[in-house]
Each structure stands twice: as C-alpha cells, then as structure tokens.
C-alpha cells in the first residue's frame, strides 16, 4: 500500500491507472476507521481493480461549536487496517494541501440540504460537497462507495453527481451495527457505558417505526413525535431530531402511502455526544 499526501502526485498516479485501463474505486473517510469503514472498501472491491482510501479530517464541514480538534486521529492503527484490508493507495493529505491560500471555489447543493442534518449543522453539507468533489477530481474513480449511515450526506452527494454530470458510479452500503443495534460510529468512543447502553433507544426506535407502521399507522407525524418522546425519556437522552423523507427525493413526509418507501431519520445526544441513525421503512 502507498501513502500519497500530495493531490498532484494522487492525481498523476490516478491518470496512469485510467491509462492502464484500472477501475479505480475510492472510498472517503476521515480516519478512526471502524467496521463501518471496513465494510466500504470491501464493498469497492468488489467492483474496482484499484482501491484509493482517502482519510481527511475536513475542516469546513465541522461547525464553529463542533469537534474538529479532537476528532481522533489514530494515524497509525489506520494505516495497519487499510493495509490489511488490501487498499492500494492511501490519500492522506493535510488540510493546507487541500484548502491552498487563495481557495475560494465551494459546490452547494440548495435543496436535499436544507432539513434536518442540513438545518442543524449550517454549512456542513456545503464543506461536504466541496470536499468530496474535490477529492473525485484528484483519486479520479470509475465508482465510489459511501455509507448509508449518513443517509443525508449520500442523498447529497448523488444529487452533486448528477447534477453536475459527474461520470462516477455512486453506491450506498449497508449499516454496520454493534450487537446492541448501536451503529458503529468513529465517535462511539466517546461514549460511557451507560451512555452507550441508552444508545440504543436509537436502533429502537426504528424497530418502533417498523412496529407502527406493521399495524397500517401512515401518521409519519405521529410516529416521529413518539419517538422522539420515548428518545427524551431516557436517561441522559436528548432527541435533536426525528422525521421521515421519501427515500427518493428526501422531502420531508408526514403521511405515507401504502407500499412507498420512506427514510426514518434521527439524531440524538447521549450525553453530550451526538449520534445520528436512520433506516429504510417501507409503508
Ligand atoms: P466518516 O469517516 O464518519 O466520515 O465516514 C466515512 C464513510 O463511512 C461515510 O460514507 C460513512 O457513511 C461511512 N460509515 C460510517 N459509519 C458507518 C457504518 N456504521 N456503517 C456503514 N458505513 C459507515
């Protein structure tokens, strides 16, 4: 595995693979990689003959009062379990390098980013698309993966594609999950044991999602507004937001249609540390 830290050395080494016919497939991270992380190159692979793993801490998509500084960065261990996962190329480049002196250009995507996550964190989806656009045009890929963990951020980045005719194959992975349903998160070591235990009313709440609509309830409002309640009633829980989309436009929807398919979202804090989840519901 080579470390790359250099966009114009990534970029050169991406050219000559296209050259050589590779499909190059990338996945994005910034690091502390997990399960989660794991289950994306994996899924890559599968498709692509090369596989770039890019591990930044992207400054722009972190807010003024959020955890840029202390986001872990395991360096190391990161670079011992992309090795092992048979990644090919690591792009670790520092933010100076990304974000040079004059930088000045963003890509913003006005729509699918102005509820929920995109309501809370003002300006992070704008540091998302920026950055993956910008990580596209230096590791080159015929396909990407991204996790459906951030339902939202994927929802975002193949409106970006799409919209502006970028000739790259996005695919949306799975959840990887603990046994107690919590989803594997880089954050979850933060998290004390019972703060982690009352986690769970996320993975929870999306079996109540299930249970109500199992019993034909299409009051998506209804159902929202109790978990959100159950989400407040436990200990050390705060509900940020709960809400479903249709799963293809990502508008906001407060009744369902029999056999339409919909996005349960939900973000709570555990303490102090925020946690977010989400699952395809099927009315
Ligand atoms: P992050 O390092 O948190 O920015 O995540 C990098 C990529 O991994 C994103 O596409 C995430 O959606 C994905 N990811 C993070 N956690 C999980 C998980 N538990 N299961 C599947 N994908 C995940």
Redesign the pocket.
């Known amino acids: 595995m080579q470390i790359i830290t250099e966009p114009s050395q990534m970029q050169a080494i991406a050219e000559k693979l296209r050259l050589n016919r590779q499909c190059i497939g990338v996945?994005?991270?910034?690091?502390?990689l997990?399960?989660?992380?794991l289950?994306?190159v994996k899924l890559a692979q599968q498709t692509a003959g090369t596989l770039i793993l890019t591990i930044f801490v992207n400054p722009t998509q972190f807010g003024l009062n959020e955890d840029l500084h202390k986001y872990p960065r395991p360096f190391d261990k990161d670079v011992a379990l992309a090795k092992a996962a048979g990644v090919d190329y690591l792009f670790a480049p520092e933010a100076d390098a990304i974000y040079t002196k004059h930088y000045q250009t963003t890509v913003e995507c006005s729509e699918v980013t102005k509820v929920f996550e995109g309501e809370k964190r003002p300006g992070h989806f704008k540091g998302v698309a920026t950055i993956v656009t910008k990580l596209f045009n230096i590791t080159k890929p015929h396909i990407a993966?991204?996790?459906?963990?951030?339902a939202q951020?994927?929802a975002v980045i193949r409106r970006v594609v799409e919209d502006l005719n970028l000739d790259i194959k996005i695919i949306g992975?799975?959840?990887?999950?603990e046994q107690n349903g919590l989803?594997?998160?880089?954050r979850n070591i933060y998290l004390s044991t019972e703060e982690r235990d009352a986690a769970t009313i996320l993975y929870n709440s999306i079996g109540h999602a299930e249970k109500r609509l199992a019993e034909h309830d299409h009051n998506l409002a209804a159902i929202a507004e109790e978990i959100t309640l159950m989400i407040n009633a436990t200990t050390g829980c705060r509900s940020d937001y709960t809400g479903f989309v249709d799963e293809t436009t990502f508008e906001p929807v407060k009744t369902a249609e029999t056999g339409k398919e919909y996005r349960l979202l939900l973000a709570m804090y555990s303490g102090t540390i925020r946690l977010i989840d989400n699952a395809k519901i099927i009315a």
Do not use: N, Y
Request: hydrophobic fraction near 45%.
């Open positions: 996945v994005m991270t910034m690091g502390a997990h399960e989660g992380h289950s994306l993966v991204f996790g459906e963990k951030d951020q994927l992975a799975p959840i990887v999950r989803a594997v998160s880089s």
